[in-house]
């Protein structure tokens, strides 16, 4: 079997493809008659004319729409459907004029062939109104026509003008009937719009606005893609910011959570025992590494619930005469003193196994209320007390509290002390001496008042404390005063003194809880030298703290008064120093 490469048509043998080609493609061959390409068959030229000569096929066009109009408005239907016939075969004819053939390599370009389709619906649509019409007519009568306008010159359907060829025909619609063609004529000057977004030229204004409506709702539904996506991005961004922040914020409350803990433990509030928890566990570790006999443990274990029964402290940490054998070394020896003011006596306490860590606050207490008891001015409020034990002191502490004194204080500590860790600073100090009517107060050295972060202000303040006298007193004063209580940012110490040297500059003389009694023992012996005063002795530029607080006794209180210092409790505020 043959198939030919023209139409397709398939064939048995090669000489009925010869016949075939000779009578179907040589005798009754279609001609395009704008580029003379031949070779081709009737809807393969219909297509070839409409996508290759747009231009010169608005002339078709344009006699279809007057042979409609022709249609439309005649009363005589038989002499419309001849009129629409000879235009129509005006456009057969030029198809079939008889021009010189044309290679193949003139067909359409595949890019040409994707647009077959949508031409091919147009004429064939132009044929199914065709066949109507034919129906109305007598069919031997239209196919005379048809067969007589088929190889004849092309006419003017506007007004029968007969040209020699289809060229001239072509020019002599294009000048003679631009106007019905829509088709401005070279000879006349029409405007000419510009498209101002991709530069194509039109004729007509309104094609121009139609084309431009096509340019903006291409460009608006471009931008709808956009914003689809905009939307998409910022919520899937908004989605790993909230995440971040999550994560983040998670990362801080656990860091929180930690220094929280951390602060618990620091200030004794993580729920571990207190003294007596403490005592026990450390005198085990002391055991188990061989320091301490276990006998030993049972005998100060047994110490230990005795002096916690009875609340008053066992006296194991305490040293005694400390004041008495400084006032002894300052008479005969010190050469660089000019003056020294000390308190009256105070005796020292060390922390013990059970506050080792955070129990400096209640040593400093002990100290100051060893000094008022040996002072007979306190009789009136001390009387018959004794040096109170650690866990006493919290709860006398916790007795203030409940008699209205320092409820801010109470609230930071939830209230309870016993058996617990919990550190105490100048005010829960305060609080307990004044629940005690002993007059005292807070002063409050809140920033540094010197270079390199010194308090000569704090020094200057002691010293007019101990004496406002300077000229003229001896040069060891035992004074009536009492120690005072000294605070900072993680520990507390008692100073009992001051020495104002030859230079003129000041030297306090500090008692600290965590200085070993063994240490302190040495100040006793009568032969003691300026090298063992070196743990008292702190000079301006050793103490660089921030920040401090002291508190200082200055009486005693009538019954009255403590109501008042009560009441006033309420709204406590420190004293500061600028």
């Known amino acids: 079997m043959l198939s030919c490469d023209i139409c397709g048509e398939t064939v048995t043998s090669e000489p009925d493809m010869k016949a075939h080609l000779l009578i179907v493609h040589m005798e009754n061959e279609v001609i395009c008659p704008f580029c003379k390409l031949s070779g081709v068959n009737y809807d393969e030229m219909c297509f070839h004319i409409e996508t290759a000569h747009f231009e010169q096929n608005e002339l078709e066009r344009s006699f279809e729409r007057i042979n409609t109009i022709q249609i439309r408005t005649s009363d005589n239907r038989k002499d419309t459907l001849q009129c629409r016939m000879e235009v129509n075969s005006s456009v057969h004819s030029a198809c079939a004029s008889n021009h010189p053939k044309i290679s193949a390599q003139s067909l359409p370009n595949?890019?040409?062939?994707?647009?077959?389709?949508?031409?091919?619906?147009?004429?064939?649509?132009?044929?199914?109104?065709?066949?109507?019409?034919?129906?109305?007519?007598?069919?031997?009568?239209?196919?005379?026509?048809?067969?007589?306008?088929?190889?004849?010159?092309?006419?003017?359907?506007?007004?029968?003008?007969?040209?020699?060829?289809?060229?001239?025909?072509?020019?002599?619609?294009?000048?003679?009937h631009a106007d019905l063609l829509d088709t401005p004529s070279e000879d006349h000057d029409q405007p000419l719009y510009d498209c101002p977004m991709c530069g194509l030229i039109c004729t007509n204004y309104h094609i121009l606005q139609e084309h431009v409506d096509l340019h903006l709702e291409e460009s608006n539904f471009g931008q709808g893609i956009d914003r689809v996506q905009c939307s998409r991005d910022l919520e899937l961004a908004h989605q790993l910011q909230q995440e971040e922040d999550r994560k983040r914020r998670s990362e801080e409350a656990r860091q929180e959570m930690g220094e929280f803990q951390k602060l618990q433990r620091q200030y004794g509030l993580d729920n571990s025992g207190g003294y007596k928890q403490q005592q026990l566990r450390n005198m085990e570790?002391?055991?188990?590494?061989?320091?301490?006999?276990?006998?030993?443990?049972?005998?100060?274990?047994?110490?230990m619930m005795e002096s916690l029964a009875i609340g008053i402290d066992d006296g194991k940490t305490k040293t005694s005469g400390i004041i008495e054998a400084l006032y002894r070394y300052y008479q005969n020896a010190a050469t660089d003193v000019r003056r020294v003011w000390l308190s009256t006596g105070v005796d020292h306490f060390q922390s013990s196994f059970g506050d080792k860590g955070w129990g400096c606050g209640y040593r400093n207490f002990q100290m100051l209320l060893s000094s008022l008891l040996q002072n007979d001015a306190y009789d009136d409020c001390l009387k018959g007390m004794s040096i109170p034990c650690i866990p006493k002191i919290q709860s006398m502490i916790e007795d203030a509290w409940k008699e209205g004194f320092d409820p801010q204080g109470a609230s930071q500590l939830n209230n309870r002390l016993q058996g617990t860790k919990a550190w105490i600073g100048a005010c829960e100090v305060y609080t307990l001496l004044t629940s005690l009517r002993v007059k005292c107060r807070i002063v409050d050295f809140h920033k540094s008042t010197g270079p390199l972060g010194t308090h000569p202000r704090l020094f200057e303040w002691i010293l007019n404390y101990y004496s406002s006298e300077r000229e003229g007193s001896p040069k060891v004063v035992c004074t009536s005063k009492p120690p005072i209580y000294l605070q900072h940012q993680g520990h507390s110490r008692t100073v009992v003194g001051i020495?104002?040297?030859?230079?003129?500059?000041?030297?306090?003389?500090?008692?600290?809880?965590?200085?070993?009694?063994?240490?302190?023992?040495?100040?006793?012996?009568?032969?003691?030298?300026?090298?063992?005063?070196?743990?008292?002795?702190?000079?301006?530029?050793?103490l660089k703290h921030k920040q401090y607080q002291i508190v200082a006794v200055e009486g005693v209180l009538s019954s009255e008064e403590k109501v008042a210092r009560r009441q006033a409790s309420q709204v406590f505020t420190a004293e500061k120093i600028p």
Do not use: W
């Open 285 to 303: 570790i002391e055991v188990n590494r061989g320091r301490m006999h276990p006998s030993e443990f049972h005998r100060r274990k047994a110490d």
């Open 499 to 542: 020495e104002e040297r030859k230079n003129r500059t000041l030297c306090l003389l500090i008692f600290d809880p965590g200085c070993p009694s063994r240490e302190m023992q040495k100040l006793l012996k009568p032969d003691m030298e300026a090298s063992n005063l070196k743990q008292l002795r702190k000079f301006v530029g050793n």
């Open 110 to 176: 595949d890019g040409t062939l994707k647009h077959k389709a949508f031409y091919s619906e147009n004429l064939t649509e132009s044929r199914k109104f065709l066949k109507s019409k034919e129906k109305e007519c007598d069919p031997s009568k239209i196919k005379r026509s048809i067969y007589e306008t088929t190889y004849s010159p092309p006419e003017c359907p506007f007004c029968g003008r007969i040209e020699d060829c289809s060229q001239d025909m072509e020019n002599h619609v294009k000048t003679k």
